[in-house]
Each structure stands twice: as C-alpha cells, then as structure tokens.
C-alpha cells in the first residue's frame, strides 16, 4: 500500500509570473488612488457644505432683522405664543424651511421660537456677539440638537440695537446633503478604478507576451546565465542599440578593441576612431567572415541586426591563426623549392657521372665549377649591395624560389643598404609580403621579371619592388591596402587580405607611406617608405633596438608574419 503523499501547504504571497504580479500591483494602485481622490474629495466637500448652511442661516437672519414687524413688536408688544413677532417670525421660517428662527431682546428673552413654551425663556447660548453689533456664523448645540447657525443683530426705527435674531438649518440635513453625494462619487471612482483595471489588464498583456509569461526569478536566472556566459565565452560580443551606440561589450570584445568601459554608450567611430573595423561595426561593410585588423591582432567579425534596430556583433581573434597559416604558406612554398631543387641536384649528379663515367675529367671540373660559381655569384651579388644578415638571407632564398618558378628575381644596382636597421626583422617582413605578391602576380608569365631596390636617405629607407605582371588598375591602387581584399584564391587555412594591410600600418606607424603604381613597361611598382629605419652612424643597432618605438612595431610584424 503507497504512502499518503503529505499533504500541500498552502503558500501566500505575490503570484510568480511577470503577468500576474504587474495587473495585481496596477490595479493595487488604481484602487489606492481611487480611494485617496475620494478621500480628498470628501474633506473640503463636507467644509463647504457646512459653510453653505451657516451663510444660509445668515442670510434668513439678516432677512428676518430687516422685517419692521419684527422690531416694532419686540419694542411695542410682549413676548406671548401668539403674538406678532412669533407669528412673522414662524412664518419666515416656514417659507425658508430653517429649523428655527429665535428673536431675541437685549436681556436675551426670546419673543419667538419653534416650541411656544421657550417664548418667554432666555436664550441657552450666548448672544453677546450679536448684541454687540456683529453677524456670527457657526455650528453648536443647543436645546433643538445640533445646527449650523447664523445671528445679527436686530436694530429699531433709529438704527439702535434692541435685541438680535439666531437662525438655525438642522446639521442632519447638511449630512444628508454629504451622504446624498457619496454615491455618485463613488459611481466616479469604480468607473474610474474599472478603467484603471482594464488598462492595467492591457498593459500587463503587453507584458505576458514580451515577457514571453516568465516570473521575475526566471528573468533574474536569464540574465545572470547571459552575464555568465557573455563574459565566459573567448568570443568578442558587441551590442549596439538603434543609434549606433554600444550599449553592451563583453570582456573579449573589450581585449580585442582595446577599450574599456567608457566604451559604453559612445559610437564605434567614437570609441575606435576611423578605419575598417569602425565601418564593419557600424555596418557600412556588410558580408559574413568580415577580416580586419585592430592594433596588432586580425580579427573575424560578424554582424547580425536585431529587431529594436540595432545589432549585435562577434569578434574572433585570428592573429595566432594568420601567423601559422603564413608560415606553412611559406614552409609548402620552400618545400616545393627544396623538391625542385633536389630534382635539379639529381641531374646535375648524372651528368657529372656520366663525364667522369667517359673520363671527361676536365669537363666534369669545368661543370662543377659552373653550377657553383652561380650560386656563389647570386649570393655576393646580394651581399655586396645589403649588409644585413637577415635580409641579405632572405633575397637569396626568394632568388633561388623564383627561380624554380621561371621568375628572374634582380636586385637593382642601386640598392645600397648598410648594416644599421632598428628593426630588421620589420623590415624582413614588409620585404617578403612584397616579393611574394609580385612571384605571385609575374608567375607562369613569359619573360617574367622581380626587381628589387632597397635605398638609403640619410636615416630614411626607401624600399622599391616592381614586377612586369599584370599591374594593379587605377580604381583599385587604395584598395588592395584595405583588409580583407585579396585577388587571389584563399588559401587552405583561410582568407587572404591581410598582408598589403599590414606593409602599409607598418610603414604609417613609423611616420612612412606605402603607395602602389604602374612601372615601367607594365605591371606594378610598390614603393615602401620607413623614416627613422636606421641608427646614427657608430650606433650599435642592438641598442636601438631597445628603444620603446621599435621594439613595439617589431612585435607587430611578429604579429603580421
């Protein structure tokens, strides 16, 4: 036999949902205002209508005591139950409906009165007020109950004060009057609390389906799994709102941009200046897998409009990603030069076999001497003219891959450049983006053709690389530095577009310029201009190194290979 499940406790409180508790609190509040406005309504109208019934009283006072029946009797005749005053007296209370209308005399006897048996009798309140020549209007008891009550004073033929007259209106009457408007005001407060509930149940409508009818602890967990995960995730993630404005950056996306919380609530262009990542952010390049550079990092951005009018964007860092795919760029491309090589090398070694097979000893030397009498030539030929160990290494092996691709590869005869770089290896980059680009551009071409000048001006290095390729149209010489636009097919690892980027941030970071025109004869001539890209004679190099500036664009490159 199961257990008898416990039983279920009855909980009190605000309901869950978003729903419910937003029409409960409005209509909370509508009931609340309701009452306090009725409330408020109630106060001054009681007062009013108490001060309406006292100048009511004095008005009939003020009638009464201008009657000349009523001080001629009380001067001419006695206080009696049927004598003149009291019937003027009844008959003006009767025609305005007072409760009561007392005359009285000096020694305050009243000469009329509702009740025949109080003629006769002095007054229970003090007239003194009235007798002394004043009107008074207030409410007090006295033997017919309480009243709201008016007295002035009652004069003679010659204008002397001979007693006063006290007009009475029954204060029931002046609380019916209230009780009478209480319902119509409260009619007025339920239609107005059924509007307010009716626009409370509209509202909180509204609510359920943009809450999507979540209680407040669900929106509560929503939002701390969004912290969590926003800033968790390695992902870069921009929110902007409908103008332009970033209104939410994660920590990945602060790294990225190198921005910080002030970030928030400026524009991209703002908060990151001009440039290709302001405009992939803003949305004037629209695409998918949009590459551009931020400082030292290539970064992938994506971005997705919303539907209040802004947009969300994500950034990927693919700086570690592009330095790998460069370098198996170059590790397939030496490759390829080594297995060219090795097929070179193997019939060089068959045809020296075979002379010395025929004992064509003297042809076999003179053979050996030519093949490396060339590679020597080539390799003091590049070493007479750039004496740096870095770069004069790099031309010789780019000399012998264009080579193996048809390509002669010169080195102008006016290159000079001494051994006194700040930064060789920047310089080693910005030279083997170039020379690459134009193997690429002159490759399977007849007579194809790479130049190379490299020159000094004074601390200036002017680097020039022409090729006899196809040449760059006019239109396009500013495009091919903006990042993500290539000609060529992307490679394996993925897009191409960052290398001509980056020659020109170098070069511009050291106060230079790179710049793209056609050559002579055809094809294209990039010219590379780096101030400052060389020590003062007898400065050790190493040392310049050091320095803050050079040291900081010598990661970029780092960064750019």
């Given amino acids: 036999m199961s257990p008898t499940p416990p039983a279920r406790r009855l909980r009190l409180g605000l309901p869950r949902r978003v729903f419910s508790q937003v029409l409960l609190m409005q209509v909370a509040i509508a009931a609340g205002v309701?009452?306090?406005a009725t409330g408020l309504f109630l106060a001054p109208l009681s007062k009013q209508l108490d001060q309406e019934a006292m100048r009511r009283a004095l008005a009939i006072a003020e009638t009464t005591a201008q009657d000349p029946q009523i001080a001629e009797g009380v001067v001419t005749t006695a206080p009696t139950s049927d004598g003149p005053v009291q019937k003027e007296a009844e008959r003006i209370r009767k025609a305005t409906h007072a409760e009561y209308i007392v005359v009285l005399d000096r020694r305050w006897i009243r000469w009329s009165h509702p009740t025949p048996s109080e003629i006769g009798r002095p007054v229970s309140t003090d007239p003194h007020y009235a007798l002394a020549g004043k009107e008074v209007m207030e409410i007090d008891n006295g033997t017919l109950g309480r009243s709201a009550r008016g007295k002035v004073p009652l004069y003679d033929a010659h204008h002397r004060i001979i007693g006063a007259v006290s007009v009475g209106i029954a204060y029931d009457s002046v609380r019916a009057r209230l009780i009478g408007a209480i319902p119509g005001l409260l009619a007025y407060a339920g239609g107005a609390l059924a509007a307010g509930a009716l626009a409370a149940w509209l509202i909180s409508r509204r609510v359920q389906r943009q809450t999507r009818d979540?209680?407040?602890?669900?929106?509560?967990?929503?939002?701390?799994?969004?912290?969590?995960?926003l800033h968790g995730i390695r992902e870069g993630v921009v929110a902007l709102d409908r103008g332009g404005r970033f209104r939410l950056l994660n920590d990945e996306a602060r790294r990225l941009l190198g921005i910080g919380d002030e970030a928030v609530g400026q524009t991209p262009h703002e908060a990151l200046g001009a440039g290709r990542t302001t405009d992939?952010?803003?949305?004037?390049?629209?695409?998918?897998?949009?590459?551009?550079?931020?400082?030292?990092?290539?970064?992938?951005?994506?971005?997705?409009?919303?539907?209040?009018?802004?947009?969300?964007?994500?950034?990927?860092d693919r700086t570690e990603l592009e330095r790998l795919g460069r370098e198996l760029d170059s590790t397939r491309g030496l490759i390829d030069a080594l297995r060219a090589q090795d097929h070179?090398?193997?019939?060089?070694?068959?045809t020296l076999l075979g002379?010395?097979?025929?004992?064509?000893?003297?042809?076999?030397?003179?053979?050996?001497?030519?093949?490396?009498?060339?590679?020597?030539?080539?390799?003091?030929?590049?070493?007479?003219?750039?004496?740096?160990?870095?770069?004069?290494?790099?031309?010789?092996?780019?000399?012998?891959?264009?080579?193996?691709?048809?390509?002669?590869?010169?080195?102008?005869?006016?290159?000079?450049?001494?051994?006194?770089?700040?930064?060789?290896?920047?310089?080693?980059?910005?030279?083997?983006?170039?020379?690459?680009?134009?193997?690429?551009?002159?490759?399977?071409?007849?007579?194809?053709?790479?130049?190379?000048?490299?020159?000094?001006?004074?601390?200036?290095?002017?680097?020039?690389?022409?090729d006899t390729g196809p040449?760059?149209?006019?239109?396009?010489?500013?495009?091919?530095?903006?990042?993500?636009?290539?000609?060529?097919?992307?490679?394996?690892?993925?897009?191409?577009?960052?290398?001509?980027?980056?020659?020109?941030?170098?070069?511009?970071?050291?106060?230079?310029s790179a710049t793209v025109a056609a050559a002579d004869g055809g094809g294209a001539a990039f010219t590379v201009v780096l101030p400052e890209a060389l020590t003062e004679p007898g400065l050790d190099p190493v040392a310049a190194e050091e320095s803050p500036e050079p040291a900081a664009v010598a990661v970029a490159e780092e960064e750019a290979r």
Avoid at 291 to 309: H, S, Y
Avoid at 344 to 349: G, K, L
Avoid at 415 to 437: A, K
Wanted: with cysteine.
């Fill in 34 to 36: 309701a009452v306090l």
């Fill in 214 to 229: 979540l209680a407040f602890s669900d929106i509560s967990a929503l939002l701390a799994e969004r912290e969590a995960m």
């Fill in 280 to 316: 992939v952010l803003a949305g004037r390049v629209t695409g998918t897998d949009l590459l551009t550079v931020r400082g030292q990092r290539v970064l992938v951005a994506n971005r997705m409009p919303t539907g209040d009018g802004g947009a969300v964007a994500t950034l990927r």
């Fill in 344 to 350: 070179e090398h193997a019939n060089r070694m068959h």
């Fill in 355 to 466: 002379l010395l097979e025929l004992e064509m000893y003297d042809d076999a030397v003179e053979f050996v001497d030519e093949v490396v009498g060339d590679h020597r030539v080539t390799a003091e030929q590049v070493t007479e003219k750039i004496r740096d160990p870095l770069l004069a290494a790099l031309l010789v092996g780019k000399a012998t891959v264009a080579a193996e691709r048809g390509v002669a590869l010169w080195v102008s005869e006016r290159t000079r450049l001494p051994d006194r770089l700040i930064d060789p290896r920047g310089l080693v980059t910005v030279v083997g983006n170039l020379v690459d680009n134009a193997l690429d551009a002159v490759a399977g071409t007849l007579h194809a053709r790479v130049e190379i000048e490299l020159r000094t001006e004074g601390r200036t290095v002017v680097l020039r690389v022409c």
């Fill in 471 to 512: 040449g760059i149209p006019a239109g396009q010489r500013e495009l091919i530095f903006t990042e993500g636009w290539s000609t060529k097919q992307p490679p394996a690892h993925g897009k191409r577009g960052i290398g001509l980027s980056l020659v020109r941030r170098l070069a511009e970071r050291q106060g230079g």
